[in-house]
Structures are given as structure tokens and as C-alpha cells.
């Protein structure tokens, strides 16, 4: 099946810092999901964007679609030791690479 | 809403035995389940789309006849990892496809499968 890649592979923010991780396909994408996994734990749906240039928010998490459907972003203000895990957009079924995002205290 | 079990949790077998993974989603009626495999720090990998009443699909180089996947009724799906050897020692997570949701999926918590 298709990869989707997500860049960076690891980050590590201050507490307060912002954040951003960026998915990438070579394909242009139907639609996009973007899931949330905790250390240990098992992957949470957070979004579906479907149209091109689309944004959603919630709180302090900001998504992007790309206006060619190849590319999407997931962007947190402020980060929370609560927003540690790891980030994994999704083409359909297929999960990309994921961004593992760690948060200082 | 939406919630996904899966039994056993763990499990820890003896290479060349079988185990049986189930996957339930408790408050809705799921037509598409999935099974992904993960290894540590990585990607899920979509091994197999189960159908209610119908075989599953399988992901290019996944083995049928070593990961066999039943979908007997809507709520249940079942993976049997069979003749188990340390190589298939993984994490092993199922997802239900609500019908009214396209792409959204609901994750069961996984089954932390360890061949010794």
C-alpha cells in the first residue's frame, strides 16, 4: 500500500513552544486523517479534511489541506506536556510515518 | 460512543502454537474492521481489511494462511496468528470503520503478542 511521509520524524519542544508536523504525498489524496497516539496507548481520530485548502481548528490544534490534496499539516499553539504522543496523518487506511512529539516541563 | 475491545491484551505463546486475537466494537455495528501491526517507535501497517461475511483482503505480503482473519458477525472479528515464531512477536491493533463515518476509524487498545 501507499506511504504517506511525515516530517519531522522526532520533535522536542519547550513547554509553551509551538509545533508543526507536515505529511506529504507523491499522490493527490481524496481526503486526509490525522490520529493521535499516546505512549502506550492506541491511535485517537482527531480530524478528516476533505476539501482542498481546507482548515479546521480545535483549540490549539490547527489543520491544514493543501490546495493540490498532496500535502497536509498539523499545527499546536503552545504546547502541553498533554499533547505528547505521536502524530500520524492518514490516507484512508494507510498511516503515514508519524511525528513523535516530545514536550519539556 | 464508538468504543473497540480487544482480548487478550497481552499474550505471550510458545513458537509453533497458535493464538486467536478478537476484536469487538461494543456499541455499534461495524461492516469493515482492520488489522494493523506495529513495531516499536514506528508506523501502523495495515495488514488486512475484514469484511462481515466475506473474506478479508490482504495487504501485499501479508501471509493469508498465517494471519487468519474471520468477520463472523458485525460486532466480532477474529485474528489468528498461526504457527507463531519470534519474528511475529508485535503489537497488534484492530479498528472499526463506523458505517456512518468514511475514513474515521475507532482503534481497540491492542494485543501485545510475545513468541518465545
Known amino acids: 500500500g501507499q506511504q504517506v511521509m511525515q516530517i519531522p520524524q522526532y520533535q522536542h519542544v519547550q513547554e509553551g513552544e509551538d509545533f508543526t508536523t507536515y505529511c506529504n504525498s507523491s499522490?493527490?489524496?481524496?481526503?486526509i486523517q490525522w490520529y493521535k497516539q499516546r505512549p502506550g496507548g492506541h491511535p485517537v481520530f482527531l480530524i478528516q479534511l476533505v476539501k482542498s485548502g481546507e482548515v479546521k481548528k480545535q483549540k490549539r490544534l490547527t489543520f491544514q489541506f493543501g490546495e493540490a490534496k498532496k500535502n497536509s499539516s498539523l499545527h499546536i499553539t503552545a504546547t502541553q506536556t498533554t499533547d505528547v504522543g505521536t502524530y500520524f496523518c492518514?490516507?484512508?487506511?494507510?498511516f503515514g510515518t508519524g511525528t513523535s512529539l516530545t514536550v519539556i516541563p | 460512543g464508538a468504543v473497540v475491545s480487544q482480548h487478550p491484551s497481552w499474550v505471550i505463546c510458545k513458537s509453533g502454537t497458535s493464538v486467536k486475537i478478537e476484536c469487538r466494537s461494543l456499541?455499534?455495528?461495524?461492516?469493515?474492521m482492520f488489522w494493523y501491526r506495529q513495531f516499536p517507535k514506528q508506523s501502523l501497517m495495515l495488514m488486512a481489511t475484514?469484511?462481515?461475511?466475506?473474506?478479508?483482503?490482504?495487504e501485499q505480503g501479508v501471509e493469508k494462511d498465517k494471519f487468519l482473519i474471520n468477520h463472523a458477525s458485525l460486532t466480532l472479528s477474529t485474528l489468528t496468528v498461526t504457527s507463531a515464531h519470534p519474528e511475529d512477536s508485535s503489537f497488534y491493533i484492530c479498528?472499526?470503520?463506523?458505517?456512518?463515518?468514511?475514513?474515521?476509524?475507532?482503534f481497540g487498545p491492542g494485543t501485545r503478542l510475545t513468541v518465545t
Open positions: 492518514a490516507d484512508q487506511f494507510y
Open positions: 479498528s472499526a470503520n463506523h458505517r456512518d463515518h468514511s475514513y474515521e476509524q475507532y
Open positions: 499522490t493527490t489524496l481524496s481526503n
Open positions: 456499541d455499534f455495528q461495524a461492516t469493515t
Open positions: 475484514s469484511n462481515e461475511g466475506s473474506k478479508a483482503t490482504y
